[in-house]
């Protein structure tokens, strides 16, 4: 009787944990990849937004197109110097927005596992604080695309 | 009723004369970006161009030069900035044909000239990909003061390279004129280009 009731509690929450996941809430939009000769480093870019009432955390992304994937942050100092560094985590406020964009936060894409060029497309896989992940398509555009 | 009528037209004039002036003050200094003319030497430098060829500053006289430090490795900040250079010449049409930009590797030990010519060709016509000895190099970014260094080796033995990220802008004749930053709006580069490769530098 008791293992039944536990049985039934479960059953009821179960809807609610399905409908939780981090992913389900994010919004993926204006993916793209600055193409680069020579399989030099690429910056991937997209607009992420959550339309979720908790906030949401990008860990890691990880692509079949590239062998690393790294989320990074460029930064200037009052100096005028530029530089980057490595993010452990990315965090999207409840209804809010965060912009992957040129000179700020951007994916940081290595070795290409097969050859690319603008115009293509390919699938970014982002993943997010609770093991749930989003599939985005990223459009390949020239280098110098300016926007 | 009569002096206030008065005070008026001199209020008016004292306006006028003072817009006058103001008029007279923007003559004196048309340029939008920062005007660096008699703080900076002139151009000087002794690399090697993305063909491979020996150059030095005299081979880019007669042209206005726009030089900016970066390396080829730099995924986010020198590709948007030579994405935007390229919409500005594209804006300057014609005249674009009277400037060049110098983009010189602070990261020489892996920007070949190879590499370096696969690069800039990516961006615009007019960009000139520069390398050389590490000396050679140290030498030209001490001169304008724009400090860079090698961060530490992540996994892989990738690297990556901060940088000054000021563009110095020189006239026809060499002389240092102008410094803009990656976040100067391009009608601002477009305006004082303009004025710069079509006077000859003379302003």
Redesign the interface.
């Known amino acids: 009787m008791k293992r039944h009731a536990f049985l039934l509690a479960w059953l009821a929450l179960l809807p609610l944990i399905a409908h939780a996941t981090q992913s389900d809430q994010v919004k993926a939009s204006q993916a793209w990849i ?5 399989n ?4 991937g870019y997209v607009i992420l937004e959550n339309h979720g009432a908790s906030a949401v955390t990008l860990i890691s992304a990880q692509s079949t197109s590239y062998a ?1 994937v790294m989320l ?1 942050e ?1 930064s ?1 100092d009052q ?6 560094h ?1 993010l452990d985590r990315l965090t999207i406020p409840a209804h809010g927005k965060v912009a992957l964009a ?2 700020g936060y ?1 994916l ?3 070795q290409v596992t097969h050859p690319l060029k603008p115009g293509d497309t390919i699938e970014v896989t982002l993943n997010f604080a609770d093991g749930s992940h989003l599939q985005v398509p990223f459009l390949i555009r ?5 926007n | 009723m009569k002096l206030s009528r008065f005070a008026q037209l001199a209020c008016l004039l004292i306006a006028g004369i003072m817009l006058a002036a103001c008029q007279r003050h923007d003559q004196a200094a048309p340029w939008q970006l920062t005007d660096i003319s008699g703080h900076m030497p002139d151009l000087s430098f002794r690399l090697t161009d993305d063909q491979g060829k020996n150059v030095t500053a005299a081979d880019y006289r007669g042209k206005v030069t726009l030089l900016y430090f970066g390396y080829t490795h730099c995924p986010d900040v020198c590709p948007l900035t030579l994405a935007h250079l390229h919409v500005v010449m594209q804006r300057l049409g014609k005249l674009a044909d009277g400037a060049r930009i110098l983009f010189v590797s602070v990261d020489p030990a892996r920007d070949t000239p190879e590499a370096l010519h696969a690069y800039a060709t990516a961006f615009d016509s007019h960009v000139v990909g520069l390398t050389g000895a590490p000396a050679d190099i140290e030498a030209l970014t001490k001169r304008y003061r724009a400090a860079f260094s090698r961060e530490p080796d992540k996994s892989g033995g990738s690297y990556d390279v901060s940088h000054s990220s000021g563009i110095y802008i020189f006239d026809a004749n060499g002389h240092a004129r102008l410094l803009a930053t990656p976040e100067d709006a391009q009608d601002k580069l477009i305006h004082d280009l303009h004025l710069l490769i079509s006077t000859g530098g003379a302003p």
Not at chain 1, 34 to 38: A, D, H, Y
Not at chain 1, 79 to 84: D, I, K, Q, V, Y
Request: no cysteine; glycine share 10%.
């Open positions: 600055r193409w680069l000769p020579v030099l480093p690429a910056g690393s990074h460029s200037t100096a005028g110097n530029s530089g980057m490595m040129p000179a951007h940081m894409l290595q020239p280098a110098n695309t300016d």
